[in-house]
C-alpha cells in the first residue's frame, strides 16, 4: 500500500495498480505502467515500470502532474481473452515453457499491460507470433523469482519442473530464467537431468534501455526453434550471439558464462565452441560444435541430491587465511577455489593458506581448484606445496569453470563424502564440465 | 638437504645445486638444472628446473640412472665475468629494471644455467642481447616472490623502489613480475604512484611448454622499448598481444587483467582499448589510444598509505550472508562485492544478504559494488534495495575491474574514514581506472 496522500491522487485520477500513467516531475516526464509498492520501498514513491522493463520509484510531491494513459494496444489487449486457448495445430509438434521469472518474464508482462500477467501460452504467443508457425506450447510458471535470488533449492524445483513435461512427451523444453545467474542453474540441470532425451534451451533477457524487449522476442524464438528443430539433447542457454539481432548461440549449461553485465551478447562459451547458431529469420541451425548428446528414447531421470555446505572462495593478494578455517568450524562439507593463474594460492609468508588448507584435507572435506582467468586450465605442478598435501592434495578441476565446479562439487557431495570417490566424481565428465584437449578459436569469443 | 641415500647418490656423480643433469626413470629421461629441495618436499624427491621453466619433483629410487650434462653453453657462461660492466653508450638513453621474482626471472636463471642467479644487468643483456641496442640498463632485484605470494606490502616496497629509480633520472622503468597477480600490483602503483614522469612498464612470462621462453625476450624487449620510446607516463603492463611474436600491448595498470591461464596474450584490456602496440622486430610504437598520461618534469610522490582489512567477497546462488558477519566482526573497514549482472546480490528469502550488507553501513563501513561479468558496468537500479540502503547505500564501482575496486579500496580507506569521502574518492578517476563512457570494440578483445 502507497501513503494516504499517494492513494488520495490515485483515487482522484482513477488510477489501479496496471495501469499505463505518465508522471510529469520537474518538466521530466516518465511513462510506464503503476506498480504495487515493493515491500522495502518508501511509501510515498509511485513505482512505474517503464518501457525498458527498469521499475523507477518516483517521490511524491504536490505539484507533480500524473494522467491515466489509454494507449490503442492497451485497448487491444482488453479484447483478449485470457484463457482463450490457442488452436492446436497438428502439424506441429509441442513443447513445453517452464516460466521461472526474470527480466524475460517481466518484460512479457510490461507488453502485455498486465502487471500480473499469467504466464500462459496466449500471453506468450500475443508477444511473440511467429512462435505459432513453430510449435505448439504448453506453458507453466513455476516461481517468479529474479536470478539473483535464486538459490539451489530452487534448481531442484525447475530440474524436476522440467522432467515432468519431458516425461509427458514433450518434443523439448524451454525455460525462461533471469540472466545473472542463468549459467548456475543451466549447469545445475546439467548434472541433475541423467539420460535426458530433448533439447532444454534456458533463455532470458538481457536488459537493453536502447532496444527495448527485442532479444526477449528473438531469444525465445531461437530456444523454441532450437528445441523443436535440433537433435541436441543437452541443457544450453539460448542467448544472442552479437549484438546483431542475426542468431542466437546455443551454448552447453556447463561451459556458458555471462561475460557483459548489459550486452545482449553476454553469453559466452568457455573454453569451447557453441554447440549451434540458430539464426533467427530464415530459421537455420547450424551445428558448430558436432560433440553433442543425441535425441534418444530415454526417460530422463532427476538426480538432486545435492550437499549445499559448499563454499566458493575466490584468492586475491591479502586474502584472510582464517576464512577457511571459518567455513570449516561451520561445518562445509566443500570448498572450491577460485586460483590465481595455473590455479595457485598463496603458500609463503604470514598469510600463507597452505596450513588453512591442509586442515581441511585432514578433515576429509575436499578442496578443488579452479582459476579466477576465468579461460585456460588449472595445472597441478607435481612440486607445488597443495599438491603434494597430505598425499591426497587438491582436485584440479581442469578448465572447469569455477562456477561449474561450484555447482558440480555440491551435486557430488550429495552422493558421497568419501574424498577419493568424490575427487574421481569431480574428474568424470558428466556433461561436457571437462574439455581435455585444448580447443582452438574459443578464447574471448 | 635431501636424503642420505640420494645425497650419496649426487656425491658419487659430483652433483651439486646448479648442475645440469638427466634423470632417467622407467625409461622416460628428465633434464635440467639440479634445485635444492624444497622446505615442505621429500626428501627423497630430486627437484629439477626443467627447460620450460617447472620444477618437477623425482622420486629418487635405485634403479634410477642419473647423468651429470656438460652442454656447451654452460661451458661458454663459465667464462663469463659476473662482475663485469656493459659499456655504457652514451648515444643510449639509460632505464631501470626492477626484479621481483616470478617466472620471468627464474627462466632468466635456468637460461645462464645458475640457480641463484643474480638479477645483474650482464645477465638480463647475456638473455636479450637487442636490449644492447634499445638502452643502457640499470638492474636491481628488490625480492624474489612468485605472484600468488605477493603481498599488499610488497606493493609498497615496489612502489617505493620504482619511485626511487625514477627520480634518479632514468627514461623508464621496467619492472620483472610474475603474472598471476601482475594486474594487482599494477592497480596499486597506478594509484601509489601520484605525478609519474615516465613509463613505467609491469612485465612478465607465461609458462608456455611448447615455446619455452620467448615470451620473456619479446616481451621484456617490447617493454624496455615502450619506456625508452613511448611518450606514456603510465603504469602499464606489456605482455604478448597475440599468440605470435609480433607485437606486445601496453594496457593501462588499472584495466589490465590476466585472462587466461597460460596463453601468452593472457593480459587483456577490459572495457577500453590497449593504449599501444609495440611491435618487437622493427620495434615500432604505434599508439592505440590516445587518452593517456604525457611525459612530463615533475618529481614522482609516493603515496602508499593503505587499510589492508578489506574484502573482496564474490556472491554466488547458496553464499552465506554471515560471512560478512564474520569480516565486520574482524573489524574490516571495506568490502568490495563481485555481484552478478548489473550488480546484484540475493535481497530475497534466507539467504537474502541485504540485513548483513545494512548492518555494515550501519557501522560506517563502506560496500563497493562491483561485477563478476567482467566486462560492463554496474549500474544502481533507482529503486533497488541496495542503492535504497541507509539513505547511503552501496558505491556503485561504474566499470572497474574488481580487482582494481579492490586495491583502490584499500588505498582510499589509507586517506580517509569518512563514508562520504570514501563514496566520493572511489567515484573520482585517478588512473583511468573507471570509464564514464562505452567505448566500442572493448568486449573480448
Not at 516460466?99 to 512479457?108: D, H, N, V
Not at 528443430?229 to 539460448?238: F, H, P, W
Not at 612440486?383 to 558440480?408: C, F, N, Q, W
Request: charged residues 25%.
Amino acid at each position: 500500500m502507497y501513503s494516504k496522500q499517494v492513494q488520495k491522487v490515485l483515487d482522484k485520477f482513477k488510477i489501479e495498480v496496471g495501469d499505463r500513467i505518465q508522471i510529469i516531475k520537474d518538466k521530466t516526464p516518465f511513462e510506464g505502467i503503476m506498480m504495487p509498492r515493493i515491500e522495502m520501498g518508501d511509501l510515498d514513491s509511485i513505482v512505474l515500470k517503464l518501457d525498458n522493463g527498469y521499475n523507477i520509484g518516483i517521490k511524491f510531491e504536490k505539484r507533480m502532474k500524473i494522467n491515466k494513459i489509454k494507449k490503442e494496444w492497451l485497448i487491444i489487449k482488453k479484447k483478449i481473452e485470457p484463457s482463450k486457448k490457442l488452436i492446436f495445430d497438428k502439424k506441429l509438434s509441442t513443447i513445453s515453457m517452464v516460466g521461472t521469472g526474470g527480466t524475460i518474464a517481466s518484460k512479457i508482462d510490461y507488453r502485455t499491460g498486465g502487471v500480473y500477467a499469467s504466464f500462459s501460452p496466449d500471453d506468450i504467443v500475443i508477444q511473440i507470433p511467429e512462435l505459432k508457425k513453430i510449435a505448439n506450447i504448453k506453458a507453466s510458471e513455476i516461481m517468479k523469482i529474479n536470478s539473483e535470488d535464486m538459490q539451489p533449492n530452487n534448481w531442484l524445483e525447475i530440474a524436476n519442473a522440467t522432467a515432468k513435461e519431458i516425461n509427458s512427451g514433450v518434443k523439448g523444453i524451454v525455460i525462461t530464467h533471469g540472466t545473472d545467474t542463468l549459467h548456475y542453474t543451466s549447469a545445475a540441470l546439467s548434472f541433475m537431468l541423467k539420460n535426458l532425451p530433448v533439447p532444454v534451451a534456458l533463455v532470458g533477457a538481457q536488459r537493453s534501455s536502447d532496444r527495448g524487449s527485442s532479444d526477449t522476442v528473438m531469444n525465445v524464438a531461437c530456444a523454441a526453434n532450437f528445441v523443436v528443430n535440433s537433435n541436441v539433447a543437452e541443457v544450453c542457454t539460448v542467448m544472442h550471439g552479437t549484438m546483431g539481432d542475426d542468431y542466437c548461440l546455443a551454448i552447453r549449461g556447463t561451459k556458458s558464462r555471462k561475460m557483459h553485465t548489459s550486452r545482449r551478447d553476454a553469453f559466452r562459451p568457455i573454453n569451447e565452441l557453441p554447440i549451434a547458431k540458430i539464426f533467427w529469420k530464415d530459421r537455420h541451425i547450424e551445428i558448430t560444435n558436432d560433440d553433442y548428446r543425441r535425441r534418444n528414447d530415454k526417460k530422463v531421470v532427476v538426480d538432486d541430491k545435492i550437499e549445499t555446505k559448499v563454499a566458493l572462495i575466490k584468492v586475491y593478494p591479502g586474502l584472510d587465511p582464517e576464512i577457511f578455517d571459518y567455513y570449516l568450524k561451520k561445518n562445509y562439507r566443500g570448498f572450491v577455489v577460485e586460483g590465481t593463474g595455473l590455479g595457485h594460492v598463496n603458500t609463503f609468508g604470514e598469510k600463507s593458506l597452505l596450513s588453512s588448507i591442509e586442515k581441511i584435507i585432514e578433515s576429509e572435506i575436499s578442496v578443488v581448484m579452479t582459476s579466477q582467468c576465468i579461460y585456460g586450465r588449472v595445472h597441478p605442478f607435481v612440486y607445488h606445496p597443495l599438491r603434494v598435501l597430505s598425499g591426497k592434495g587438491v582436485i584440479y578441476a581442469g578448465d572447469m569453470l569455477p562456477e561449474t565446479a561450484y555447482v558440480k562439487l555440491m551435486w557430488v557431495l550429495g552422493h558421497t563424502k568419501n574424498l577419493d570417490e568424490i575427487k574421481e566424481m569431480m574428474l568424470t565428465n558428466y556433461a561436457g564440465e571437462i574439455t581435455n584437449r585444448i580447443i582452438p578459436n574459443t578464447f574471448l569469443v
